[in-house]
T-cell receptor
């Protein structure tokens, strides 16, 4: 079974603080995606990382793909209440390119 | 901006009834997916569809489930005989090369 574990499951921090969310697997990904989901809506793609060691920035969000392509992290700088939501990583495995599997999710709450 | 549309937004059905959930993917996309999300739980892969056939399916996608692309635009998920545990949000997604664009979802409630 291909599993993607995310940590932490829940995170509640004060506005202005920094945070990091992790996504790990024992399998190697061909690429990894990060999505954000608001209540009652479908996930929305934030970024795709493809190359081991790759770092991508999206305003205050920094995404990193591990050198071994088994893990990824999302770092948010100076979190704002608008960052509140469910953050999901999703992996595309070499063995099943059209089977995109989601992690368990990190529910982030930013307090004003 | 192109988007994936799903109907109905909410369906309530009795256990044992057949349900069809409909999706209109983004027009130039080639890959189509169904996912489900039980309330408060993770987004679970059900099936992917490419070139008019199933590419991958999960262990959840048993004989009670089927997918079709009947007219070149709609993409449907049929559940033949619903169970209580089928109650969930069902999301359709489409992609060109693996980056998923999701619809707003169809909430299925089985009584």
């Amino acid at each position: 079974t291909q599993l993607l574990e995310q940590s932490p499951q829940f995170l509640s921090i004060q506005e202005g603080e920094n945070l990091t969310v992790y996504c790990n697997s024992s399998s190697v990904f061909s690429s990894l995606q990060w999505y954000r989901q608001e209540p009652g809506e479908g996930p929305v793609l934030l970024v795709t990382v493809v190359t081991g060691g790759e770092v991508k920035k999206l305003k205050r969000l920094t995404f990193q793909f591990g050198d071994a392509r088994k893990d990824s992290s999302l770092h948010i700088t100076a979190a704002q209440p608008g960052d509140t939501g469910l953050y999901l990583c999703a992996g595309v495995f070499y063995s099943s390119a059209s089977k995109i599997i989601f992690g368990s999710g990190t529910r982030l709450s930013i307090r004003p | 901006e192109p988007e994936v549309t799903q109907t109905p937004s909410h369906q309530v059905t009795q256990m044992g009834q057949e349900v069809i959930l409909r999706c209109v993917p983004i027009s130039n996309h080639l890959y189509f997916y169904w996912y489900r999300q039980i309330l408060g739980q993770k987004v679970e892969f059900l099936v992917s569809f490419y070139n008019n056939e199933i590419s991958e399916k999960s262990e959840i996608f048993d004989d009670q489930f089927s997918v079709e692309r009947p007219d070149g635009s709609n993409f449907t998920l049929k559940i033949r005989s619903t169970k209580l545990e089928d109650s969930a949000m069902y999301f359709c997604a489409s992609s060109v090369v693996g980056e998923l664009f999701f619809g707003e979802g169809s909430r299925l409630t089985v009584l």
